[in-house]
């Protein structure tokens, strides 16, 4: 059965000291920390994961691993931020409305090609379930909608299983309106706690039908906080012959911590401990897109199972990045170019009726790590288409972040890798 959407119209008016390319990965995950007690989670759901569960999670930050990248591939941005949950999130929605070849090539490209739909929308909503209560002390926020235009037939179970599985927003908007990307925007913005105001620009194509958005938020304050008296201006080592000058973080902790010949590897709490920044710095004589490209889920693994508490000095910049990526030939080079294809793309199970593809696919990052912690965000959007034609000596490790590095945030209960970044120059502006 198709349903127009007019009934959910808007009205108007409505060990060593090194000096090393660093990489930081903002983690969601639990641990702990002998500077203090993180105490215990205020609440959160603490069961095993599945079997699927976990293949999934697996499968997506293989994905994750090859979106960043692939972004990273001929790109001149200094600094890369991404959020493969909030891509995968708004994809995730999309899918429900693929079939055939297009649903087939989505589905691999996001690392389910062995699951059914409804176990890959189950663990969507586990997922979402478990991020949301895992830790009190953490603001962290997820909120997806999908915007269609006025009058457009949509399929009901396209609907109702992205409303169930994914707490989608439903909304039919007149996208003639002069302000209608401004509604769409208003929504992101309230969603993204005012970090990213825009992700649709106007006017909206007489062919656009649909926009998938998804948004994330993330506010948590360090479980030990770095003393802002500690913090002084800092070489920072763009390359071996550029440098710019840092605000350089600083305090002496026991952390989770390792190190081998290529890198060293930090965790650091937020709030009760599940939210994690995972700080690695490859050394400085390897070149930082070339480490990144080694980057898997086994290597992950290794870095996360690896991990030990260690009394350590540690040195981290502060930094503030804002992003924005159009995904299309990214993603078209991992595996789904069919879904961009106006004549092959096949996106009947939205309106069986009507030749549909992806024409856009936007993503914008903003990210600022201080003393106190780090606010993060993250907008994925999804547009639709009708096809117009139808150091030695020293006893405790030090690691001082002051030249190239990447960063990602993830949670350990789910194994969920939220943010992913390269920071080359990490600027604070106030």
């Known amino acids: 059965m198709i349903i127009p959407l007019q009934y959910l119209s808007l009205k108007k008016g409505d ?15 639990t641990s702990f920390q002998n500077c203090g007690n993180p105490g215990t989670s205020p609440s959160g759901d603490n069961r095993i994961l599945t079997e699927i569960e976990k293949e999934i999670t697996a499968n997506s930050n293989s994905f994750g691993f090859e979106l960043f990248r692939e972004s990273l591939e001929n790109s001149a941005e200094i600094n890369v931020v991404l959020s493969p949950f909030s891509v995968s999130m708004a994809l995730g929605m999309t899918l429900n409305g693929a079939s055939g070849k297009t649903f087939d090539d989505m589905k691999t490209t996001l690392g389910f090609t062995n699951l059914t739909s409804d176990e890959i929308n189950q663990s969507y909503r586990s997922l979402i379930d478990r991020l949301r209560m895992i830790d009190n002390s953490v603001d962290f926020r997820i909120a997806n909608s999908i915007w269609c235009r ?47 105001p825009q992700i649709v620009e106007p006017p909206i194509d007489a062919t656009t039908i649909m926009f998938l958005i998804n948004a994330i938020y993330f506010n948590g304050s360090w479980t030990y906080e770095f003393n802002p008296d500690l913090t002084q201006t800092a070489p920072f080592y763009i390359s071996s012959s550029e440098q710019i000058d840092c605000q350089l973080m600083n305090y002496k902790c026991e952390h989770l911590y390792y190190e081998d010949n290529t890198c060293q590897v930090v965790d650091l709490p937020y709030g009760a401990g599940n939210y994690r920044m995972l700080v690695i710095l490859p050394e400085r004589n390897i070149d930082i897109d070339s480490f990144i490209s080694e980057i898997d889920q086994t290597v992950w ?27 299309n030939d990214v993603l078209s080079q991992l595996g789904m170019s069919v879904a961009f294809n106006p004549v092959q793309a096949d996106f009947s199970r939205i309106n069986p009726d009507v030749r549909l593809y992806i024409s856009k696919v936007m993503h914008k990052t903003f990210i600022d790590v201080s003393e106190e912690g780090t606010e993060a965000a993250a907008v994925t959007s999804v547009e639709i288409c009708f096809t117009s034609t139808g150091g030695g000596g020293e006893s405790i490790p030090t690691m001082r972040v002051d030249h190239p590095f990447i960063f990602a945030i993830h949670e350990i209960d789910t194994g969920a890798i939220l943010f992913l970044g390269k920071i080359s120059k990490p600027e604070y502006p106030e």
Do not use: H
């Open 301 to 327: 693994n290794t870095w996360l199972d690896d991990l030990q508490k260690t009394e350590m000095n540690l040195y981290l910049p502060k930094f503030k990045v804002e992003y924005k990526k159009k995904l």
């Open 15 to 29: 060990k060593k000291m090194r000096r090393m390319t660093v990489i930081f990965l903002i983690l969601f995950q």
């Open 150 to 196: 006025e009058g457009f037939p949509v399929l009901d179970t396209f609907i109702t299983t992205n409303t169930n599985y994914f707490d989608a927003l439903i909304q039919s908007l007149d996208f003639s309106r002069s302000d209608a990307a401004d509604i769409i925007n208003a929504w992101v913005n309230e969603n993204t706690n005012e970090k990213i």
